[in-house]
C-alpha cells in the first residue's frame, strides 16, 4: 500500500512542472480575466477587487462603442474575403498541385514560405513595397505602371481602398497554410475511389463532386473555423504594414491592444471576453451546422 | 488520341502557369528585399530596387547590426527561443511520458484540461497574462520566457503523447528489469526514441517564440531586452526614408528562418500544421 502511495506520487511528479505552468499561465489567467474585467484596473499598483470594481459597466461600455464595433466589422470584412478568396485559391492550388507531378515539391516549398515568416516581418515589408511617398519611391505603383496596368495605381496603405487590400495581404500571407492541409486533405482520399468512378462512367466534375468534396468536407470545415479564429484575432500584420490606415483596418486585437498599452486592463479584458464568445459561438455553429450537411448527404458514418 | 493528348497539354500548361504566377508573387517580394539590402540610397532611388545589386555591399547590414543594434536583439530573440523551447520540450516531455506511461489518480482529468486548452481560443490572453506577470513582479525576460513555454505546452504534450503511445513497450521493460528507476527510462530510452516527433515539436515552439509579438512588445520597453520583432517594428518607424537599411534589418530577421526552412521542409509544414491537425 506504502510503496503504491509512492509510486503514484513520483508518477504525478512527472507532470507537475507542466501543471505549474499551465495553471499558471493559462488556468488562472483564463479564470482572472472575469474578474478583471468587471473592474477599471489601470495595470499600475496593486490590484483591489473591491475599490476598482465597476459591476458590468465596462460591458456596457463596449456595447455602445462604436470604434469597437467598427472593428468587429473590419475583422469580419477580412474574415469574409479570407474564408472566401484565400481558401478558394488554397483549395485551387492543391487541386492543381496534385494533378501536375512536375515541380509539385517545389510550388509546395514556395507556398509555405509565407507561413514560416512573422506577421510583422511579412507586414512591414509590403508596407515598403507599397509606400506611397513624394521620393518616388513607391515601387508597387512602379511596377504596377510598368506592367500596363495603370489602373491600378494608388495609395496602398492610406487610400480609398485600403480594407481591401488589407483583406488582401491577408490572404496572401495565410493561403500557404490553408493549402497545406487541402492537400494533406486530397492525398487522402484512395485512388481506388476515383478510378471505380471512372470505370462506371463519371466525367471529372461528377468524381469531384461526388467523391472529392464529400470527403474533404470534415478538413473544409476545420479549415473555415480556423481560418475564422485566425483572422478575428490577427493584428500584427495590420500593425506592421498600416497601423489601422487611421480606423479604417483597425481590428479587435489592436483596439484591445491600445487599450492595455494605455493601461485600460479592465475593459481591454473584458473586450477580449467579448471577442472570445463570439469566436466560441461561430466555431461550434460551423461544427453543427457541418455535420447536419455530412448527416443529411449520408457521408457521415455514425 | 492525339487530341485527348493535346487537350492534356494544355490543361497542364494552364496549371503551371496559374501555379508559376502565384509562386512568384510569393518569391518575389523576398528577393527584392534581400536585392535591395545590397544598395545605396541613391541606387534605390534610381531603379526601385528592382535591378540585381551590382555587388554584395554590406554597409547596410554593418550600419543595421552595430548602430542599429540588431545584433542584440538577434542574440535576444536567441536566447528567448533556446530557453522557452527547452523549457517546453523538458516540461512536455516529462509530461507526455507520465500521461502516456505511468498511472496516478485524474490522470485523464488533467490530460483532458490540458486538451481543452487547445480547443478553447482565447483571443485576448495576452491581458491577463500581462496583469499577471505585472503583479508578480515578473515584467522581465524571466517572465516573458516562462509566459511563452506555456503558449506550446498543451499542443506539444499532445504531441508527444500519442506518439509514446504508439510505442511498443519491450525496451522500457527491459530497461526496468536492467534496474533503471523512471526517470533514468525517461531519458535513457524514451526520449531517444520520440526524436522524429520531438523535431517537429522544437520547430513549431521554435517559431512561435521567434516569431511572436505582441507580449515582447508589450513586457520590453526597454531596447536591450526587446527580441526582433519589436525592434524591427520599433526600427522601421523610426527609418521612414530609409528603406535599404529597413531591408537589411528583415533580412537579418527573415533569412535565417527562410533557409532553415529550406533545409527542414518536412517538419517546418508538420510543425506548423501540427495545432490544425489536432482538431
Redesign the interface.
Known amino acids: 500500500m506504502n510503496s503504491t502511495f509512492k ?6 511528479s ?2 507537475v ?3 505549474v ?2 495553471s ?7 479564470f ?2 472575469f474578474i ?1 474585467s468587471l473592474t477599471n ?1 489601470n ?1 499600475i499598483g ?2 483591489n477587487f473591491k475599490e476598482s470594481f465597476v459591476g458590468l459597466q465596462n460591458f456596457k461600455d463596449i456595447a455602445s462603442d462604436n470604434d469597437w464595433w467598427k472593428s468587429m466589422y473590419n475583422g469580419a470584412f477580412i474574415t469574409f474575403w479570407a474564408l472566401s478568396f484565400q481558401n478558394i ?1 488554397a483549395f ?2 492543391a487541386l ?2 496534385t ?2 507531378v ?2 509539385s515539391k ?16 511579412i507586414g ?6 507599397m ?1 506611397s ?1 513624394p ?3 513607391d ?1 508597387l505603383n ?2 504596377v505602371n510598368n506592367f500596363g496596368l495603370g489602373f491600378l495605381a494608388q495609395d496602398w496603405i492610406s487610400g480609398g481602398r485600403v480594407r481591401l487590400i488589407t483583406a488582401l495581404v491577408h490572404c ?1 500571407r495565410g493561403f ?2 490553408a493549402f ?2 487541402f492537400l ?1 486533405g486530397l492525398q487522402s482520399v484512395p485512388e481506388q475511389l476515383y478510378e471505380s468512378a471512372r470505370i462506371d462512367g463519371a466525367n471529372a466534375w461528377q468524381s469531384f463532386r461526388k467523391i472529392t468534396l464529400p470527403l474533404l468536407m470534415p478538413v473544409i470545415t ?2 473555415m ?2 481560418t475564422i ?1 485566425g483572422t ?2 490577427a ?2 500584420m495590420i ?2 504594414l498600416n497601423q489601422g490606415a487611421g480606423g479604417e483596418t483597425i481590428v ?2 489592436m483596439i ?2 491600445n487599450h ?2 494605455t493601461g485600460l ?1 479592465g475593459l ?2 473584458a ?2 471576453l467579448v ?2 464568445a463570439i ?2 459561438a461561430v ?1 461550434f455553429t460551423m461544427f453543427f451546422v457541418s455535420k447536419k450537411i455530412r448527416k443529411k448527404y449520408g457521408v457521415l458514418p455514425e | 488520341m492525339a487530341y485527348y493528348q493535346s487537350k492534356k497539354i494544355v ?2 500548361i494552364v ?2 502557369i ?2 508559376l504566377s ?2 512568384l ?3 518575389f ?2 528577393f ?2 534581400i536585392n535591395a539590402s545590397f544598395k545605396t540610397d541613391t541606387e ?2 534610381n531603379d ?3 535591378k540585381p545589386a551590382s555587388s554584395l555591399r554590406l554597409d547596410n547590414y554593418k550600419e543595421v547590426i552595430f548602430t542599429g543594434g540588431f545584433w542584440r536583439y538577434f542574440l535576444n530573440s536567441v536566447i528567448y527561443t533556446f530557453t522557452s523551447v527547452f ?1 517546453i520540450i ?3 516531455s ?2 507526455a ?3 502516456s506511461r ?4 485524474g490522470k485523464n482529468i ?1 490530460f483532458y ?2 486538451l481543452a ?1 487547445m480547443m ?13 506577470l ?2 508578480l513582479g515578473l515584467l522581465n525576460r524571466t517572465g516573458y520566457v ?2 511563452m ?2 503558449m506550446g ?2 499542443i506539444s ?1 499532445y504531441l508527444l503523447k500519442t506518439f509514446f503511445d504508439q510505442l511498443p513497450r519491450d525496451l522500457e521493460d527491459a530497461a526496468k528489469i536492467d534496474g533503471c528507476n ?1 526517470l533514468q527510462i ?1 531519458w535513457n530510452v524514451a526520449i531517444p526514441l520520440v526524436t522524429p516527433v520531438l523535431a517537429v515539436v522544437i520547430i513549431f515552439n521554435a ?1 512561435n517564440v ?2 511572436e ?2 507580449l515582447a512588445s ?1 513586457i520590453f520597453i526597454e531596447d536591450k531586452y526587446m527580441p526582433l ?1 519589436a525592434a ?2 520599433q526600427y ?1 518607424g523610426e527609418q521612414i ?1 530609409q ?1 535599404t537599411l ?2 537589411a534589418a ?1 533580412t537579418v ?2 533569412l535565417p ?2 533557409l532553415l ?2 533545409r527542414m ?1 518536412k517538419q ?2 508538420k510543425g ?2 501540427a495545432g ?2 489536432v ?1
Open positions: 509510486d503514484k506520487a513520483v508518477n504525478f512527472f507532470i512542472p507542466a501543471l505552468i499551465f499558471l499561465f493559462y488556468v488562472y489567467p483564463f482572472y480575466s478583471l484596473y495595470i496593486d490590484f485559391l485551387m492550388l492543381s498541385v494533378k501536375v512536375r515541380m517545389f510550388y509546395r516549398v514556395v507556398f509555405f514560405i509565407l507561413p514560416v515568416l512573422s506577421e510583422i516581418v512591414l515589408l509590403l508596407r515598403r513595397l509606400l511617398e521620393t518616388g519611391r515601387v512602379h511596377l496572401w500557404g497554410w497545406v492541409i494533406a476545420l479549415v473555423v480556423l479564429l478575428m484575432s493584428f500584427a500593425l506592421a479587435p486585437i484591445i491592444y492595455l498599452s486592463a481591454a479584458c473586450e477580449g471577442l472570445g469566436l466560441v466555431s | 490543361i497542364l496549371l503551371h496559374f501555379l502565384i509562386a508573387s510569393c518569391i517580394p523576398f527584392w528585399m534605390f532611388n526601385y530596387g528592382l523549457l523538458l516540461l512536455s516529462l509530461a511520458y507520465s500521461f505511468l498511472q496516478f489518480p488533467i484540461m490540458f486548452a478553447i481560443p482565447l483571443p485576448a490572453g495576452f491581458v491577463p497574462v500581462y496583469a499577471l505585472q503583479q516562462l509566459a513555454s506555456n505546452l498543451s504534450i523512471k525517461w517559431l521567434w516569431n509579438f505582441v508589450i520583432q524591427l517594428l522601421s526614408s528603406h529597413v531591408m528583415l530577421t527573415a528562418i527562410i526552412y529550406i521542409q517546418f509544414v506548423i500544421t490544425a491537425m482538431g
